[in-house]
């Protein structure tokens, strides 16, 4: 069964530590994606990938950057943690060319 | 601003009604038009996508509508089910494929 697997379901973070969302996908997808889901929003998009290396801004990436250094791992970093990035973190990837996402089951982030 | 406009944001439903979902969206440039799923505790899976060429889409109980010249679109759940209770969100895709999202609709469908 092909697979997004995010490292961690809940995480609790100090405000102004830095933070690392792992993300890992084995179906050999080129694009990868991050959002993040807040009640009455929907999913935002913050960043994504289409290839190694390779990284694009969403509509939010304030407070973000992201590294891709294999194909199969996306990272997002948060470079100092604030309240207001308090959410649920969904990662997602795709291949080149076609429509379907597979997501991970998200990441519940709580920063105090 | 809000590329995918979604409502209602909660929809309480009667075990075997039919359960209607709207949304609207701007960007004509929207190739692609896909209903995700999701439940508590999981990401979002698609359940159901449109091309702008067809009108209408179905799969089991589930339906969409597409009216282009008015740029709206609909999902339709016949025969509603406790076990479809779920959060339901509308999307586009556009020229990247990139996946702009509704704001969800939460569904709670009644025994």
Same mark, same amino acid.
């Given at each position: 069964?092909?697979?997004?697997?995010?490292?961690?379901?809940?995480?609790?973070?100090?405000?102004?530590?830095?933070?690392?969302?792992?993300?890992?996908?084995?179906?050999?997808?080129?694009?990868?994606?991050?959002?993040?889901?807040?009640?009455?929003?929907?999913?935002?998009?913050?960043?994504?990938?289409?290839?190694?290396?390779?990284?694009?801004?969403?509509?939010?990436?304030?407070?973000y950057s992201v590294s891709r250094e294999k194909k199969e791992r996306f990272s997002l970093i948060l470079e100092s943690a604030s309240t207001n990035q308090t959410s649920m973190y969904?990662?997602?990837?795709?291949?080149?060319?076609?429509?379907?996402?597979?997501?991970?089951?998200?990441?519940?982030?709580?920063?105090? | 601003?809000?590329?995918?406009?979604?409502?209602?944001?909660?929809?309480?439903?009667?075990?075997?009604?039919?359960?209607? #979902?709207?949304?609207?969206?701007?960007?004509?440039?929207?190739?692609?038009?896909?209903?995700?799923?999701?439940?508590?505790?999981?990401?979002?899976?698609l359940l159901i996508a449109i091309r702008p060429d067809v009108s209408e889409k179905k799969e089991g109980r589930f339906t969409i509508s597409f009216n282009k010249s008015a740029k709206?679109?609909?999902?339709? #759940?016949?025969?509603?089910?406790?076990?479809?209770?779920?959060?339901?969100?509308?999307?586009?895709?556009?020229?990247?494929?990139?996946? #702009?999202?509704?704001?969800?609709?939460?569904?709670?469908?009644?025994?």
């Open positions: 069964d092909v697979k997004v697997t995010q490292s961690s379901r809940y995480l609790v973070k100090r405000t102004g530590e830095k933070v690392f969302l792992e993300c890992v996908q084995d179906m050999d997808h080129e694009n990868m994606f991050w959002y993040r889901q807040d009640p009455g929003l929907g999913l935002r998009l913050i960043y994504f990938s289409y290839d190694v290396k390779m990284k694009e801004k969403g509509d939010i990436p304030e407070g969904l990662c997602a990837s795709n291949l080149q060319g076609y429509y379907g996402y597979t997501f991970g089951s998200g990441t519940r982030l709580t920063v105090v | 601003q809000q590329q995918v406009k979604q409502s209602p944001q909660s929809l309480i439903v009667q075990k075997g009604g039919i359960s209607i #979902i709207n949304c609207a969206y701007e960007n004509t440039a929207f190739d692609y038009f896909p209903w995700y799923q999701q439940f508590p505790g999981k990401g979002p899976a709206q679109f609909s999902l339709h #759940i016949m025969d509603s089910q406790p076990g479809d209770s779920a959060t339901y969100f509308c999307a586009a895709v556009d020229s990247s494929y990139k996946l #702009i999202f509704g704001s969800g609709t939460r569904l709670l469908v009644r025994p």
